[in-house]
């Protein structure tokens, strides 16, 4: 099906509560939904998009704080996200996308996370989907893919499952006849509820992890907001289970991302959370100057007659401002590394390069980003651990975040390849 044809098709409608999904609808008479009608115009460069995005982000992080103490999974916004065009920089011209580089992408990633780090997150399956779909898809699932990006659909994913070893995969994929049928339940569905599309990954029987997307809406998907972490609460990344769960032939990956080799999409997935961290810094530092200038007060022995004027909250402010500024220039250049990678043909040394510029930029985003959160609470007395302020978010954030990969980990794997030229594993976890 061409691009044209596919974008024209009908529109679907999208689920929008955060409640259980008790029961499921039933298979919808066409297997495939078409893209979501009402997007923007493609547009024509990264820049337009980047003009797109100064419009939105200020209304996104507009009530962030107060969206996230009173848990309120922000659908509107997401959705305005999708249809603004956000989730395509990557997309090449030749397919209608504005044809964005990695650094494009990481740089937005940033500016939203500065803003809601949760939406963000919950965003990432989108921008995985789109490198995997780069590397490996075929070119009807591109064409497929592509589309409905374009035309303003989201993904999410039905991400790892709990028990077991870690990254193990229990859940079954069978064929019955023309189509196939999933069983199983995942944990970590990113932006599940807000999605669309719901990607997994199962089991054949032969015991070969088999890659999928099928439509929220199918019947036996059950989409559970159950989700329960200390920070990044509006991520979405509940439970998802798949009860005998229809898979049309040609919603399978069979070329999907090998474990076996270096890949471009690893590497991306893994700099996302790094651009979420540089981002969480950023916020840190806009929640530190505000409380400065707006509830401060100087100690009792202070020389200044405002907070803005004591020498200690300046040095903090300096202090946080230079975590948030390194973090950013970091992931950004970690980025460059994957684009050089692709501009050299995804050249195994090339890739070994920016898995491990992603990992060392990994490691000191976290640092940074919890560095800056908690000396965002040294603007200000006691009255900066009001609740009303939801400052910790930035702290309870980034730590959620840093806990996706242990930051070891990449310490290890950059000391290695520093020390013995050993490249970090091919686990997807670099």
Do not use: C
């Not at 066409?30 to 337009?48: F, G, K, T």
């Not at 669309?196 to 015991?207: N, T």
């Amino acid at each position: 099906m061409s691009l044209h044809t596919e974008a024209e098709r009908v529109n679907h409608a999208v689920a929008g509560t955060a409640s259980p999904i008790a029961e499921p609808s039933p298979i919808p008479s066409n297997p495939h939904p078409a893209p979501r009608r009402n997007s923007a115009p493609a547009a024509a460069d990264a820049a337009e998009l980047f003009a797109r995005a100064a419009v939105l982000l200020p209304e996104i992080g507009r009530e962030a704080a107060e969206r996230e103490q009173a848990r309120e999974l922000p659908y509107a916004l997401v959705r305005r996200i999708a249809e603004a065009g956000l989730l395509t920089f990557r997309i090449p011209k030749a397919y209608g996308g504005p044809g964005g580089s990695v650094h494009d992408v990481i740089r937005f990633v940033i500016d939203l996370s500065a803003v809601d780090s949760n939406i963000a997150q919950a965003l990432r399956p989108n921008f995985g989907t789109v490198e995997s779909l780069l590397f490996s898809g075929s070119e009807a699932e591109r064409q497929r893919g592509f589309a409905r990006l374009l035309a303003g659909d989201i993904f999410g994913n039905g991400g790892l499952e709990r028990g077991g070893a870690h990254g193990a995969v229990s859940a079954r994929i069978r064929r019955d006849g023309a189509q196939f049928r999933v069983t199983g339940t995942k944990y970590y569905s990113t932006g599940a509820l807000y999605a669309d599309w719901i990607s997994s990954i199962a089991l054949d029987d032969e015991g070969k992890e088999t890659a999928f997307t099928v439509p929220r809406e199918r019947a036996g998907v059950e989409l559970i907001d159950d989700f329960d972490t200390i920070g990044q609460r509006l991520t979405a990344s509940g439970t998802t289970r798949f009860h005998d769960t229809v898979v049309e032939a040609d919603e399978i990956r069979p070329n999907y991302i090998p474990r076996d080799r270096r890949n471009p999409v690893y590497p991306l997935f893994q700099l996302f959370l790094a651009a979420v961290e540089a981002g969480i810094a950023r916020n840190a530092l806009n929640d530190a100057v505000q409380f400065a200038q707006q509830h401060a007060r100087p100690i009792r022995h202070s020389s200044a007659g405002r907070s803005v004027d004591d020498p200690y909250v300046q040095e903090t402010v300096g202090q946080i401002a230079s975590q948030a500024y390194a973090a950013e220039a970091t992931v950004l250049r970690a980025a460059d590394a994957i684009d050089a990678a692709w501009a050299d043909g995804l050249s195994n040394a090339a890739l070994t390069e920016a898995s491990v510029a992603v990992a060392q930029a990994q490691y000191f985003a976290v640092e940074a980003a919890l560095r800056a959160s908690e000396l965002a609470f040294d603007v200000g007395g006691a009255s900066a651990t009001d609740r009303r302020h939801n400052i910790d978010r930035h702290w309870r954030n980034a730590r959620t975040v840093a806990n996706h990969n242990p930051r070891q980990w990449k310490a290890a794997a950059s000391g290695a390849w520093h020390l013995k030229a050993e490249g970090p594993p091919t686990t997807g976890s670099f």
